[in-house]
């Protein structure tokens, strides 16, 4: 499991688009963006990954929740009326070795600003 939670503030005066994508190994596996409107608040974040063996070293399943606060539009499901979105994928990466995770994200314009406040691996064998 992983988690990450921090905060978004997009006081440009209008919409950004900010794009969080999640890589495991090298395969891309979510890469939801969020158009976020203008507002002088901070919004929170927290996004949260499951990545589970499915059979063999080489079949992974892995699930996304991430939820904020604010409104955003999103091609991921609302599971309830507060933002909250799920998602879940499959990769085939070789994970006999050593594969990183990565979470990336690309704001559309340089005056908006993310802020991670935390970041924390739970490895479970």
Not at 10 to 17: H, I, R
Not at 91 to 100: D, G, I, L, R, V
Not at 103 to 124: D, I, K, P, Q, W
């Amino acid at each position: 499991m992983v988690n990450c939670s921090g905060s978004i503030l997009n006081n440009t005066g209008g919409s950004v688009n900010y794009t969080f994508k999640t890589v495991l190994g090298t395969t891309t596996v979510f890469d939801p963006t969020l158009s976020i409107a203008t507002n002088a608040n901070r919004r929170r974040f927290n996004f949260t990954w499951y990545v589970t063996l499915a059979g063999n070293y080489s079949q992974q399943h892995i699930s996304w929740n991430g939820s904020f606060s604010g409104t955003g539009a999103t091609t991921y499901p609302a599971i309830d009326t507060t933002a909250t979105r799920v998602a879940s994928n499959t990769a085939t990466e070789n994970m006999s070795s050593a594969k990183n995770l990565q979470f990336l994200v690309t704001v559309a314009n340089a005056s908006a600003e993310l802020v991670v406040n935390g970041f924390t691996v739970v490895n479970v064998l």
